[in-house]
T-cell receptor
Framework: DQQVKQNSPSLSVQEGRISILNCDYT??????FLWYKKYPAEGPTFLIS?????DKNEDGRFTVFLNKSAKHLSLHIVPSQPGDSAVYFC??????????FGTGTSLTVIP | EPEVTQTPSHQVTQMGQEVILRCVPI?????FYWYRQILGQKVEFLVS????????KSEIFDDQFSVERPDGSNFTLKIRSTKLEDSAMYFC???????????????FGEGSWLTVV
């Protein structure tokens, strides 16, 4: 039961360009969304969040967009840097319950 | 910066043995979680814990698993009679309040690799 989907397992972007990572969900009750970054053999690191009352949240180079009607969110990283190379997970929760994670997208930023 | 710490970082155990994974959540957090990630698969929720009891658990979290907060700082995951398929990275996480739509962030530890042989 995949309630949160990241359909692109990998993405390669040139340094300085924009990286766009996508995430789709099926549960209309989800009201809070998070993006995490994960390096190999390390725990997920929180990046940015958005609640369902907003459609955009920005933090430095990272912006998350939420399209509730499409049940879609995206993470934009601009400009992309080689240090951004990692696996990015989106996660969603409903009404304070458990977070459901996507399968992740591996981002490679090419210098 | 406060962080969630986990021990051991890696444990190899024989099938059928019991394993205890330990976690020290961020000190002012009240909600604690265990997640796991089998190699190459998604991060999966196991259990959440609040006020000294389990608040939610997944179907993965069967009688083989238990959690405990033995003192004011530690949060443990016990896996009894380990199986080969329990091999995974186990992540502890903590947060200071449940999502109400106004914001909640869970912070993860570095993970404990469990290899069952």
């Amino acid at each position: 039961d995949q309630q949160v989907k990241q359909n692109s397992p990998s993405l390669s972007v040139q340094e300085g360009r924009i990286s766009i990572l996508n995430c789709d969900y099926t549960n209309s009750m989800f009201d809070y969304f998070l993006w995490y970054k994960k390096y190999p053999a390390e725990g997920p690191t929180f990046l940015i969040s958005i609640s369902s009352i907003k459609d955009k949240n920005e933090d430095g180079r990272f912006t998350v967009f939420l399209n509730k009607s499409a049940k879609h969110l995206s993470l934009h990283i601009v400009p992309s840097q080689p240090g951004d190379s990692a696996v990015y997970f989106c996660a969603a929760s409903a009404l304070g319950n458990q977070f459901y994670f996507g399968t992740g997208t591996s981002l490679t930023v090419i210098p | 910066e406060p962080e969630v710490t986990q021990t051991p970082s890696h444990q190899v155990t024989q099938m059928g043995q019991e394993v205890i994974l330990r976690c020290v959540p961020i000190s002012n957090h009240l909600y604690f979680y265990w997640y796991r990630q089998i190699l190459g698969q998604k991060v999966e929720f196991l259990v959440s814990f609040y006020n000294n009891e389990i608040s939610e658990k997944s179907e993965i979290f069967d009688d083989q698993f238990s959690v405990e907060r033995p003192d004011g700082s530690n949060f443990t995951l016990k896996i009894r009679s380990t199986k080969l398929e329990d091999s995974a990275m186990y992540f502890c996480a903590s947060s200071d309040y449940l999502s109400t739509g106004s914001g909640n962030t869970i912070y993860f530890g570095e993970g404990s690799w469990l290899t069952v042989v």
